[in-house]
């Protein structure tokens, strides 16, 4: 009410634009109505305006010279300490409010009073115009993108939506606060957990200010957006264009090069690689230029960060072990020595999944017993078990992919050549440093290693430590070991649809394409799983027969080669219940895969080296030559040819060589043959490239970015809260498939000893272990 007195009042004071304000007249005629007394507020209002009309000083020439409009109202200190106390007062912003906006009664029928709207408004757009322009110039230098370091993965990786927040936060607080209102209304602010007021304005107003336009661009580019497409959203300033994108990819792959060829000097290394299969697609067919599928190699380089290089001397102590080693080769008592050694280590770790099975099983129910955390539940110390962390995340940096096979000793030769030039090793002096003072670990498949210890073979009187491959130390993928195990496993016990064997198990559980061993796409997983479950209800069924007893006994007794020759002994040949033997047989063998697995799974090196001589006797008996090659060219290499410094003192094959750890978890760690796998899967399908121009050439160019691509993939997907999609699935609960399977185990009774109880011949499972021993001793 004070205010609109005061309004009007002013107004009756500029008699010549009275006529002009009438609408401002309403708030007056209502409120002060005749014979009302005066309120002692107005009264004194009233004696200032009459006061300024007695001085002929109109109220806007009074506010004027107030608000530093006259040079002596600026210096005198009096009305420079009332005009400080005004502009501080908490009831200015209620002021403003109120001339930009006059109140009314409630009562009121009128037009709402303009007041000073029209000139508040005016200079609040203003005003806030100018403050924006200031505000985003000095958050400018946040969003710029210097082409020499725009596409450096640590550029775009530290380009976040929380850098960003904090960044407009600091530097321009008015803009954030503005656009966080625009974004959400005050009742959604405590639910937008997750949101931040994402702008492209900045990009607007210059094209150099486009980090997040360049983190979108590369994401979008590799996740199947069209050139069209690009362009569009390239017109709403949300990427950058689709040349600009095309053009950004040799850039990364240039520098990703640069980075690896620097890293091998600094850090331990080990370089994997595979072939791989891609079909190039002719838009425009001509005699020369046609559809066709052709077969090239990729290779990764690893780099452990936390591992330090292998020193200067270790070339020419690994030449001079491996002389010595030649010499002395590992005899088969030394091999049976091995196993007889390493097998109490095996024992106690499949003793304690023999345990696993039955407190998982939820018939059990030990997420309520109050003793389920009990040491004698937790699983026992690993044997030797890598370092895990953020410090020990292994860095991989592909290589570009090349239209080479590798199916000849001659292909491989100039892959390794190959590899070494885009390392840049080239030149005759690099090829000499290289010969004389590095150590290079190939890993690879069965295939690749047969390839490169045949060609290290065949190469052995050759002129110079180069061509001679004298630096090289080969080291077996465990996937592709893995594989021949549970590949081993699918032979020996594959059986009849009658037996009780694993073609029984497929079909009673309607598992399709598991007939057949295959080393292409799901058999192996499948297979892993499947043995799972078989074992599963194997162990459980020897559960509810042992009762009480100690799942100690249950291995010595129901899976070990001790309790099969026991069994030999105490019953003569008539009298053998083959199908418990059996039983026997098959758990010692699956609890030894299942070990082997969670020792790569946890990193446990010194339980998969426990585990080489058995797999040694397995592959043996079993037909796998290959395989057993591998195991005893490994053994022989870490007892007699490796050199200290390689096998022993820095444990490099063990601890560098067989598995890697891409995320820091200490229980996810992966075998390098796998990661290769992964690698060529990026190649071939996730990170595809298509169209007219598509070429070996330009795969060799695009390959090496792709550990920057997926990193900024994961880091966008983690930015949107959209990277748990296809990341995990839910499996199918295993209890009906485990149920069905005991309950054809326990009608067929083989879990109980029966005198004379035969299988027929082909659902008789070799012992191989046995068969692997004996061929050793002949």
């Not at 505000?135 to 596409?151: G, I, R």
Request: glycine letters at 6%.
């Amino acid at each position: 009410m004070t205010l609109d007195v005061f309004e009007s009042c002013d107004i009756a004071g500029n008699e010549s634009e009275a006529s002009e304000q009438e609408t401002d007249l309403e708030t007056e005629d209502e409120m002060m109505e005749e014979g009302q007394p005066m309120t002692p507020m107005q009264t004194v209002i009233q004696g200032v305006l009459d006061l300024l009309k007695a001085n002929q000083v109109h109220f806007d020439d009074f506010m004027d010279a107030f608000s530093w409009g006259d040079k002596g109202c600026i210096q005198d200190a009096s009305i420079r300490n009332t005009r400080t106390r005004f502009l501080h007062s908490e009831k200015l912003p209620i002021i403003l409010k109120r001339w930009a906006k006059p109140p009314r009664t409630e009562t009121s029928k009128k037009k709402q009073p303009e007041g000073g709207s029209k000139s508040v408004k005016e200079f609040a757009l203003q005003y806030v115009q100018d403050l924006f322009d200031k505000e985003l110039e000095d958050l400018a230098p946040s969003m710029l993108s210097p082409t020499s370091e725009d596409v450096e993965k640590a550029t775009l990786l530290d380009t976040t939506f929380a850098n960003l927040d904090i960044a407009i936060k600091s530097k321009a607080p008015y803009l954030y606060r503005v656009v966080q209102s625009l974004t959400w209304r005050s009742s959604q602010e405590k639910r937008n957990v997750h949101k931040t007021p994402a702008n492209m304005l900045f990009y607007s107003r210059s094209h150099h200010r486009c980090r997040f336009q360049k983190l979108l661009a590369i994401y979008l580019k590799f996740k199947g957006i069209s050139a069209k497409g690009f362009d569009t959203l390239h017109a709403m300033a949300l990427t950058m264009s689709h040349k600009w994108t095309s053009d950004a990819v040799p850039q990364i792959s240039a520098k990703s090069m640069e980075e690896v060829k620097e890293m091998i000097k600094c850090y331990a290394w080990l370089v994997s690689y595979d072939n791989v299969n891609i079909s190039f697609r002719a838009f425009s067919q001509r005699v020369d230029h046609n559809t066709n599928f052709s077969s090239g190699t990729a290779a990764t380089v690893y780099i452990k960060p936390n591992a330090p290089p292998l020193s200067a001397a270790a070339n020419q102590n690994l030449r001079k072990k491996r002389a010595e080693g030649l010499l002395n080769p590992l005899s088969n008592k030394d091999i049976t020595d091995l196993a007889t050694k390493s097998y109490p280590h095996v024992r106690t770790f499949m003793i304690h999944q023999v345990l696993e099975f039955l407190i998982r099983c939820p018939e059990f129910e030990c997420g309520s017993y109050p003793n389920k955390d009990d040491y004698r539940f937790k699983p026992p110390p690993a044997i030797r078990k890598l370092p895990a962390g953020p410090t020990n995340i292994t860095r991989q940096y592909m290589l570009g992919t090349v239209g080479i096979a590798e199916a000849s000793y001659k292909d491989n030769e100039r892959l390794i050549k190959e590899w070494f030039k885009q390392l840049g090793w080239a030149s005759p002096l690099e090829r000499l440093k290289v010969a004389t003072s590095k150590v290079v670990a190939w890993i690879g498949d069965q295939l690749t290693m047969d390839r490169l210890c045949g060609l290290f073979k065949f190469r052995a009187r050759d002129e110079n430590s180069f061509e001679r491959l004298d630096y090289s130390v080969f080291a077996f993928g465990w996937l592709h070991c893995r594989m021949a195990f549970a590949n081993s496993l699918h032979k020996q016990y594959l059986g009849t649809s009658q037996g009780r064997g694993l073609m029984h198990t497929f079909i009673l559980l309607s598992k399709k394409g598991l007939n057949t061993a295959k080393t292409e796409g799901p058999f192996f997983n499948d297979l892993t799983e499947l043995l799972n479950h078989v074992a599963e209800v194997h162990i459980l069924e020897d559960w509810l027969l042992a009762g009480q007893k100690l799942a100690k006994k249950i291995v010595n007794t129901r899976a070990s080669s001790h309790a099969l020759t026991n069994l030999s002994l105490k019953y003569p040949d008539k009298d053998l219940d083959e199908a418990f033997h059996q039983t026997i047989m098959f758990n010692r063998d699956v609890l030894q895969y299942l070990v082997l697995n969670r020792a790569i799974k946890e990193g446990d090196v010194g339980l998969m080296e426990d585990m080489l001589p058995h797999l040694y006797f397995r592959f043996l008996g079993g037909g796998n030559g290959r395989y057993a090659i591998e195991m005893l060219e490994t053994m022989q290499g870490l007892y007699r040819e490796w050199d200290e410094e390689i096998a022993a003192d820095r444990n490099f094959v063990r601890e560098h060589c067989w598995v890697i750890n891409m995320t820091g978890r200490p229980e996810d760690w992966c075998k390098i043959d796998r990661a290769q796998e992964f690698n060529i899967k990026g190649i071939k399908v996730t990170y595809r490239s298509e169209g007219p121009n598509i070429c070996w050439d330009y795969m060799t160019k695009l390959h090496p970015a792709i550990h920057v691509i997926r990193a900024v993939t994961d880091h966008i997907e983690k930015e949107y809260g959209t990277y748990t999609r296809g990341k995990k699935h839910t499996s199918p609960s295993k209890d009906k498939d485990v149920n069905k399977l005991r309950a054809a185990y326990c009608e067929a009774g083989y879990h109980s000893y029966t005198g004379g109880r035969r299988l027929k011949k082909e659902d008789l499972a070799k012992d191989v272990l046995k068969e692997g021993f004996l061929k050793l001793k002949e």
